[in-house]
C-alpha cells in the first residue's frame, strides 16, 4: 500500500490513508509498521477514513535521537491528525500502539471520538517486565535486531497458528526487520518508563473499545480488561493470539465497524 509523508515535530512520519467516513487511526505494536493492518485496512475502508502511519522508529518513519516515551509519540500523532486538517479521530492502538493511545487519550481527549486498546494494557510494566525491557535492549545492542525478533515474533501469535499462518509469520518477520534496531531500542526505553493508565480508562468521556486475544502470550485478556464501564466495550477475539489483526482480521474489523457504528 502507497504511503505518504508528513513532517510532524520535526519527525518524517509514514502513514497510509484511504477511504472515506468516520476518521479512525490505527496504531501498530512495537518492531511492525503500518503492514501490520494490511488485511484490516480494505474491510474497513467503505466505513472509515482511515490514517495508519509507521510510529516513529518503525517502518518508513525516521529514528530521531532521545528515548521515545509514550507522550512523545502520543504528540507524533496529535501532529499528524492536525497536519491531515482532522479534529477528532477514533484511535485504535495495537500492544505499543495502546500505550501510545492512552497518552493520547490524557493529554489530548478533545481530539478523540472514541479510543481503543487492541492486545494492550494500561498497566505499566512491572518490575519483572521492566528487567525484560533492559535484556531486550541489551540483546538488540550486543547481536542484533533479527536474533531479538527470533524470539519475539512466535509469541505474537497463538500457538497452532505458528504451524497453520506460517505466511502471516513470516510476514511479522519481515515487518519486525524494518524497523529501526536504534528505534527499537528507544522505543523499549519508553515502554519501560510508561506510567499506569488505568485512570484514563476509568475516566474518558468517550466511548471506549477494549480488545484481548483468548491465546494472547504477551499480554493476558485480564489486563487488557482492567476497567469496566457503561462507556466501555470489551471484545474476545476467540481464535486470536496477540495479532488479531493478522490472525482474525474479519472479526477484528467487525469489532471495530460495530464499535464506530455505534458513536
Given at each position: 500500500?502507497?504511503?505518504?509523508?508528513?513532517?510532524?515535530?520535526?519527525?518524517?512520519?509514514?502513514?497510509?490513508?484511504?477511504?472515506?467516513?468516520?476518521?479512525?487511526?490505527?496504531?501498530?505494536?512495537?518492531?511492525?509498521?503500518?503492514?501490520?493492518?494490511?488485511?484490516?485496512?480494505?474491510?474497513?475502508?467503505?466505513?472509515c477514513r482511515l490514517i495508519v502511519p509507521d510510529l516513529?522508529?518503525?517502518?518508513?518513519?525516521?529514528?530521531?535521537?532521545?528515548?521515545?516515551?509514550?507522550?512523545?509519540?502520543?504528540?507524533?500523532?496529535?501532529?499528524?491528525?492536525?497536519?491531515?486538517?482532522?479534529?477528532?479521530?477514533?484511535?485504535?492502538?495495537?500492544?505499543l500502539g495502546g500505550y501510545v493511545t492512552l497518552a493520547?487519550?490524557?493529554?489530548?481527549?478533545?481530539?478523540?471520538?472514541?479510543?481503543?486498546?487492541?492486545?494492550?494494557?494500561?498497566?505499566?510494566?512491572?518490575?519483572?517486565?521492566?528487567?525484560?525491557?533492559?535484556?531486550?535492549?541489551?540483546?538488540?545492542?550486543?547481536?542484533?535486531?533479527?536474533?531479538?525478533?527470533?524470539?519475539?515474533?512466535?509469541?505474537?501469535?497463538?500457538?497452532?497458528?505458528?504451524?497453520?499462518?506460517?505466511?502471516?509469520?513470516?510476514?511479522?518477520?519481515?515487518?519486525?526487520?524494518?524497523?529501526?534496531?536504534?528505534?527499537?531500542?528507544?522505543?523499549?526505553?519508553?515502554?519501560?518508563?510508561?506510567?499506569?493508565?488505568?485512570?484514563?480508562?476509568?475516566?474518558?468521556?468517550?466511548?471506549?473499545?477494549?480488545?484481548?486475544?483468548?491465546?494472547?502470550?504477551?499480554?493476558?485478556?485480564?489486563?487488557?480488561?482492567?476497567?469496566?464501564?457503561?462507556?466501555?466495550?470489551?471484545?474476545?477475539?476467540?481464535?486470536?493470539?496477540?495479532?488479531?489483526?493478522?490472525e482474525t482480521p474479519q472479526v477484528l474489523a467487525q469489532?471495530?465497524?460495530?464499535?464506530?457504528?455505534?458513536?
Amino acid at each position: 500500500m502507497d504511503k505518504r509523508n508528513e513532517n510532524v515535530n520535526g519527525v518524517k512520519l509514514a502513514y497510509i490513508e484511504r477511504g472515506e467516513g468516520t476518521p479512525v487511526v490505527l496504531l501498530h505494536g512495537f518492531c511492525g509498521s503500518s503492514a501490520y493492518w494490511e488485511e484490516v485496512i480494505p474491510l474497513l475502508e467503505g466505513s472509515c477514513r482511515l490514517i495508519v502511519p509507521d510510529l516513529r522508529g518503525h517502518g518508513a518513519s525516521a529514528s530521531p535521537e532521545g528515548a521515545y516515551t509514550m507522550e512523545t509519540m502520543a504528540e507524533d500523532i496529535a501532529g499528524l491528525l492536525e497536519k491531515r486538517d482532522c479534529k477528532q479521530a477514533v484511535v485504535l492502538g495495537h500492544s505499543l500502539g495502546g500505550y501510545v493511545t492512552l497518552a493520547l487519550a490524557e493529554k489530548h481527549p478533545d481530539k478523540l471520538l472514541g479510543f481503543g486498546l487492541i492486545h494492550s494494557t494500561a498497566f505499566p510494566d512491572d518490575e519483572k517486565g521492566k528487567e525484560g525491557r533492559l535484556k531486550a535492549m541489551e540483546t538488540i545492542k550486543e547481536q542484533g535486531l533479527p536474533v531479538f525478533l527470533e524470539g519475539l515474533i512466535p509469541k505474537l501469535f497463538a500457538p497452532a497458528h505458528l504451524k497453520t499462518m506460517p505466511e502471516a509469520v513470516e510476514k511479522a518477520r519481515q515487518i519486525g526487520l524494518g524497523t529501526s534496531p536504534e528505534g527499537a531500542v528507544r522505543t523499549l526505553e519508553g515502554m519501560r518508563i510508561r506510567t499506569d493508565r488505568n485512570a484514563v480508562l476509568f475516566g474518558a468521556r468517550v466511548p471506549v473499545l477494549l480488545v484481548a486475544g483468548a491465546g494472547d502470550q504477551i499480554i493476558a485478556p485480564e489486563r487488557t480488561f482492567s476497567v469496566s464501564g457503561e462507556h466501555i466495550t470489551s471484545v474476545t477475539l476467540d481464535g486470536a493470539g496477540h495479532a488479531g489483526m493478522m490472525e482474525t482480521p474479519q472479526v477484528l474489523a467487525q469489532a471495530i465497524l460495530d464499535f464506530t457504528a455505534k458513536l
